[in-house]
């Protein structure tokens, strides 16, 4: 998109049309899951993978696809496994038996739950609801604006307000109100946990060259983990009990080793890698 002055600048990727949120389907019956994952993969904007055959296997396929949708099987105790997940927790619909006597499912576990007798009509209604849902990261992607979208994209190279404007064509007090409104649509507070919750969502554009993981010390890894959950210098520093100033020295070690400027940057490097920053490699001279 052009800058609105009409001035030069260079040109700029749009929002990928592959970057779609994802959905995990865990179902006891084999047959009902797979016919879940391909009806639910052709509902736009999903990708759609599993299926899960129980508690376990639901977990590690959400710990790698880090989905913003979950459909399951309400009547297997698999929501009870979403508990042990990082926030921000997977929206959850249920699906259960006309046969389930009442009350023997927990309505609370779920956002929605619905009763799978009715065949798809009631499941194509909840996906409704849930790309209505206004905190829904995954989706919240595709009621940003084509401008906050570009903004995003630039947030997540580490680029300043300052240098957006420039490349925009923008004023810098444009800039922020376009990072705000960013910020209410993915319900963050800043700029790394934006740029952590869209690239764990898989809604950043992926890089031109793929940069390869480098060894991440384990303090490393738990302080990026935890600026993925949005955590802050003092707020990380409380939670692994250490000093701010430590936490912010292993900061600076890691723009030295990722080759970046800021946490934002760092973040869309780690995820790039493939989600999380337990995809790196571990650091050999760590104790």
């Keep these: 998109m052009p800058p609105q002055d009409g001035s030069s600048a260079p ?10 949120p994802r959905v995990v389907v865990q179902c006891r019956d084999r047959m009902l ?32 696809h880090r989905p913003v949708l979950v459909v399951l099987d309400a ?26 006597p009442r009350g023997s499912v927990s309505a609370s576990a779920f956002n929605q739950l619905i009763d799978r ?4 009509p009631p499941l194509a ?40 404007a420039v490349l925009l064509g923008l004023s810098p007090r444009t800039v922020d109100n376009h990072r705000r409104r960013i910020y209410a649509k993915l319900g963050v ?19 031109a060259i793929l940069p390869q993981p480098v060894p991440l010390t384990p303090r490393e890894r738990q302080i990026l983990e935890l600026a993925d959950r949005g955590l802050s210098t003092k707020q990380t520093a409380r939670v692994l009990l250490v000093s701010a100033k430590t936490v912010e020295n292993t900061w600076r070690h ?32 760590s104790s």
């Design 11 to 20: 040109a700029l990727p749009g929002p990928a049309a592959a970057i779609r």
């Design 33 to 64: 899951g797979d016919a879940l994952v391909e009806w639910c993969g052709r509902q736009t904007p999903f990708v759609a993978v599993g299926p899960a055959a129980d508690g376990a296997a639901l977990l590690r396929l959400c710990r790698t």
């Design 75 to 100: 009547e297997g105790g698999a929501c009870e496994a979403l508990a042990q997940l990082p926030p921000p927790r997977p929206y959850v619909i249920g699906l259960r038996s006309s046969r389930c």
């Design 117 to 120: 007798s009715g065949g798809l």
């Design 125 to 164: 209604a909840a996906l409704h609801a849930f790309l209505a849902h206004p905190v829904v990261t995954g989706t919240a992607y595709y009621r940003l604006t084509a401008r906050e979208a570009e903004v995003l994209s630039l947030l997540g190279t580490g680029l300043r307000t300052a240098e957006i």
């Design 189 to 207: 507070q800043c700029v790394s946990h934006a740029v952590a919750a869209a690239a764990s969502a898989g809604l950043l554009p992926p890089p």
């Design 254 to 285: 890691l723009y030295g080793k990722l080759g970046v400027h800021g946490r934002a940057q760092a973040l869309a490097i780690v995820h790039s890698w493939g989600g999380s920053p337990d995809a790196a490699p571990v650091d050999p001279q």
